[in-house]
């Protein structure tokens, strides 16, 4: 999950620093914008902070601390149906539907 997490927020960063009508959704709306970037909103029971750093200024954010084998309820919700991130990835040639044959 952590991964996952790491991944998303790194992607969020990379596009607010170069789009700045993102950045601005970003921060008034962080679930536009994620459905925005991946295409849905993967975490929509959870309220999400956007915190934009000051010159001067390091925010360092400790996540919850759950153990390996425990997920919070609302991620098993997710878990258990619905799009998951696989549905995201884009196959190869090899992988694609046969042509239909004239």
């Given at each position: 999950m952590?991964?996952?997490?790491?991944?998303?927020s790194a992607q969020l960063?990379?596009?607010a620093e170069t789009?700045?009508?993102?950045r601005a959704l970003l921060k008034t709306d962080p679930h536009a914008a994620l459905k925005q970037?991946?295409?849905?909103d993967p975490v929509p029971g959870f309220k999400i902070n956007v915190i934009e750093e000051q010159a001067g200024e390091i925010?360092?954010?400790?996540?919850?601390?759950?153990?390996?084998?425990e997920l919070?309820?609302?991620?098993?919700?997710?878990?258990?149906?619905?799009?998951g991130f696989s549905?995201?990835?884009?196959?190869?040639p090899n992988d694609?539907?046969?042509?239909p044959r004239r």
């Amino acid at each position: 999950m952590t991964t996952i997490r790491n991944r998303i927020s790194a992607q969020l960063t990379e596009r607010a620093e170069t789009d700045q009508a993102f950045r601005a959704l970003l921060k008034t709306d962080p679930h536009a914008a994620l459905k925005q970037l991946v295409g849905v909103d993967p975490v929509p029971g959870f309220k999400i902070n956007v915190i934009e750093e000051q010159a001067g200024e390091i925010n360092i954010v400790l996540p919850t601390s759950i153990e390996e084998d425990e997920l919070p309820d609302e991620l098993l919700d997710l878990a258990s149906g619905g799009t998951g991130f696989s549905a995201f990835i884009l196959y190869g040639p090899n992988d694609a539907p046969p042509k239909p044959r004239r």
